[in-house]
């Protein structure tokens, strides 16, 4: 069974950081791209980041360009998301997503992690 | 990036009746549109890929239609458990985008 686990959310200051993390298992977890999909409270979907499977091609949302960073160890099965200079928008539950096959399209999802921009 | 537009923003329906919703983009993005529900305080399960392709387990009610830039859902009788947020979502170019979301409530 395909299990993804985020951890790592809680309360910040505007301009402090996070690493979210996201546990996997159940998958061939070296084998697929993954990404970060967030939702504020009582808002829609916005696709954050996304990964290749070996990790070397990275893509983000220009509202998190040069701010987040995603990343991978293959050999922990853990997908992260390093977040710096946190805004008050950036306030959300944040969730990490599996993709069908190959496409970008997200069959799986965790239960999200929620980060609180406040001061 | 790829502006996704649905509509409408509320659906008022009741079960048994047929939905249709629609999803626009600002440029063409082939046949790669899937396809959300989400309930409250749930994750986000995907119904359709690609178009018109059901996700596993996913009823025959649900189908999707659609090229290029403008996509239908249609679940063509509704369950009371189809009440719900719906949001399509491309993966033509990067950064990935989705809509702003059709909610199904019943009337």
């Known amino acids: 069974e395909v299990q993804l686990l985020e951890s790592g959310g809680g309360s910040v200051q505007p301009g402090g950081s996070l690493r979210l993390s996201c546990a996997a298992s159940?998958?061939?977890?070296?084998?697929?791209?993954m990404s970060w999909v967030r939702q504020a409270p009582g808002k829609g979907l916005e696709w954050v980041s996304g990964i290749s499977a070996g990790g070397g091609t990275t893509n983000y949302a220009d509202s998190v360009k040069g701010r987040f960073t995603i990343s991978r160890d293959n050999s922990k099965n853990t997908l992260y998301l390093q977040m710096n200079s946190l805004r008050a928008e950036d306030t959300a539950l944040y969730y990490c997503a599996k993709p069908f096959s190959g496409s970008s399209h997200f069959d799986y999802w965790g239960q999200g992690t929620l980060v609180t921009v406040s001061s | 990036e790829i502006v996704l537009t649905q509509s409408p923003v509320t659906l008022s329906l009741s079960p048994g009746e047929r939905a249709t919703l629609s999803c626009r983009a600002s440029q063409s993005v082939s046949s790669y549109l899937a396809w959300y529900q989400q309930k409250p305080g749930q994750a986000p399960r995907l119904l359709i890929y690609?178009?018109?392709n059901r996700a596993t387990g996913i009823p025959a009610r649900f189908s999707g239609s659609g090229s290029g830039t403008d996509f239908t859902l249609t679940i063509s009788s509704l369950e009371p458990e189809d009440f719900a947020v719906y949001y399509c979502?491309?993966?033509?170019?990067?950064?990935?985008?989705f809509g702003g979301g059709t909610k199904v409530e019943i009337k």
């Open positions: 690609d178009t018109s």
């Open positions: 159940g998958f061939a977890f070296s084998g697929y791209g």
């Open positions: 979502q491309q993966r033509s170019i990067w950064p990935l985008t």
